[in-house]
């Protein structure tokens, strides 16, 4: 039977029978994404956008509760923005940039993320994951008032799978009863407990971090502090050995306090018991009323491999993070920029299978490089034997008065999108003089175009970028086109397009792939050079 | 504080203190202490420097609160 795992914050696709429960035999589908969470709306949008069809199942029927994943960074937005919801984000998250250190009674610095100019979207925004869901859903409804094949099925789910080597076959169990249906390929975005993952038997190997955590968000109605990130280790107020404060939208507060491992889960939930830290924090006279609350604990790990034949894992169910950088949700959805344009090319048959074995190396490189740094930042918080306590403090008593001892507090390394490096799709990086940041692999930083922004001008597919170059407006390789934007330095007052792409060179042609990271970068057009690289962004070498 | 160089001079310092906290894992406590006795002096060798390693002495003690 269909059970409830949570409280609905939004009721958005209640289920209606489908034709697919009468059919005589299984209808196969080209993509079916089990899991409806943010990662499995980002994938429905990518491939929907690109008209190719997809069918979402959830056991649910709409979006859960709780703000959960509360920081969405910079690369996330601009992912969401290309699917046409990042400014819908952007006007309802709260933006911030200053954070605050403190041990015990005392602060121990102060950053400012200070951003840097001429992006189209802030280094983080804070926004309740639920919000983020809905932005990503009302712009799937968008995409389907102009056509997009998507479909969500509430109350349908997936109880087995089985690979048949070209296609897999799903049993969905609904209020009607079960029915099956097949999919070319089955995308498994079904959370940190994925039962696709168990269904199929899969390994997910880490570390399991002995803490847990208890969040409160909370609505304050007799104080209010500034919108900054404040985090304590060890606070004076003793609710946590360490604790989170930081701002969301609705004048809500996150409170995030770490409790220990050896803690009756049931007991910390009372709300007297929650109160009592917050009060000792927040002082007794300050008035609040708790929205919402949990008790999590986390593990960093992933799967060996995040493809396995025709079932794709992306998002929780690959890997998992600790909180501290922002890492998970925002992880997620690079995943599924990644891997969108690449499923869409091997379904409509331009570029072959292998091209979604680049996924599973890139996103791997990715998911290793954000499980070292929240590992590290989880070590940091809490200190696995005296002798690093004992560092950690060191480090935080020096902090107050040395400029380096400030760069290792380790409270969280915020989420940036990673660079490709030294990867299977990439093309030659042949641009002397050309910024380090922007080399093949990378994600191409946003800048100002005047009215616009570069990475609008972007757009899905794969682009030729000239500046104060020449190069054919378009080319089509092996059935794969690449269109030119041509930009030139006489139309960049600010100078970001020359110091983000140009550096020390006078002229650069840039291929960039739909998820918008660099193919290959050269100094001048080359007819052969491009086609080669644009063959080998395609897996086709 | 003239010759002590207090701004970040690590070119990857949380790769540093990963490595530095991994070199005590398994130790006991004494042996930690040791270890980081060890580790000091072999640094303050390498300064050399009388004066530095002065700057660096007064910048560890303690600030009192």
Known sequence: MLQDRYTLAFRLYPYQRSADQDAPAPVRHPVVVGGCGPIGLAMALDLGRQGIPVLVLDDHEGIGMGSRAICFSKRALEIADRYGCGEAMLDKGVVWNVGKVFHDDRQVFEFNLLPEQGHKFPAFINLQQPYFERFLFEQIEAERARGAPIEIRGRNRIDAVEDMGDHVVLTVTTPDGPYTLEAQWLMACDGANSPIRAMLGLDFEGRVFQDSFLIADIKMTSASFPTERWFWFEPWFKSGASTLLHRQPDDVWRVDFQIGWDVDRKEEMKPENIRRRLDAMLGADVEYEIVWSSIYTFQCRRMRRFTHGRVIFAGDSAHQVSPFGARGANSGMQDIDNLGWKLGLVITGQAPEALVDSYNEERVHGADENILNSTRATDFITPKSKTSHIYRNAVLDLAETLPFARSLVNSGRLSVPCTYDGLSLNGPDQLPGGPARSRTGSACPDAPLGESFLLDRLGNGFVILTIDAEAPDSIEEDGIAARRLALTVKEDPTGALAARYLGAARSAVYLIRPDQHVAARWEKYDDAALRAALRKACGKD | ?65
Do not use: C, Q, W
Request: proline fraction near 6%.
């Open chain 2, 1 to 65: 504080m003239a010759k002590l160089v207090t701004s970040l001079n690590i070119p990857a310092p949380d790769d540093f203190y990963e490595t530095l906290i991994r070199a005590h894992e398994g130790l006991s406590d004494e042996d930690s202490a040791a270890f980081n006795a060890r580790l000091i002096l072999v640094l303050a060798n390498h300064i050399g420097d009388p004066e530095v390693l002065g700057e660096a002495l007064e910048a560890a003690r303690k600030p009192s609160r």
